[in-house]
């Protein structure tokens, strides 16, 4: 999956979006699996996630990074990811220094 999201990625070298690997996400009942988070929005766990839905999902991650609170509403999302989020977490709250 994350070669596929790679290579999907090359093709839209102007989103600003970067990817990084990690081990674990702890939802394996749900396949693949993938997050997207940025500084005050919510962070969304997405699963179900097949490598031939690579460039969807780079779509998917240009619509967020476009919201301004990174809720994506499924009318917005490409059709082949009607239902792949799993859940969302809200942007974690400023704290005072």
């Known amino acids: 999956m994350y070669d596929a999201v790679a290579a999907a990625l ?10 990084h690997p990690v081990a ?5 009942a749900q396949g693949c ?7 005050g929005k919510w ?4 699963g179900r996630l097949d490598p031939a839905l690579a ?5 998917y991650a240009g619509i967020y990074a476009a919201s301004r609170t990174g809720t994506v509403m499924p ?10 989020v799993l859940g969302r977490l809200p942007a974690p709250l400023e704290t005072a220094a």
């Open 43 to 46: 962070s969304m766990l997405l």
């Open 55 to 59: 460039a969807d999902l780079i779509a």
């Open 75 to 84: 009318s917005k999302r490409p059709a082949s990811l009607a239902g792949i």
């Open 33 to 39: 699996t993938a997050t997207l988070s940025a500084p």
């Open 10 to 19: 090359q093709a839209a070298p102007d989103l600003p979006v970067r990817l």
């Open 24 to 28: 674990c996400l702890a939802a394996c």
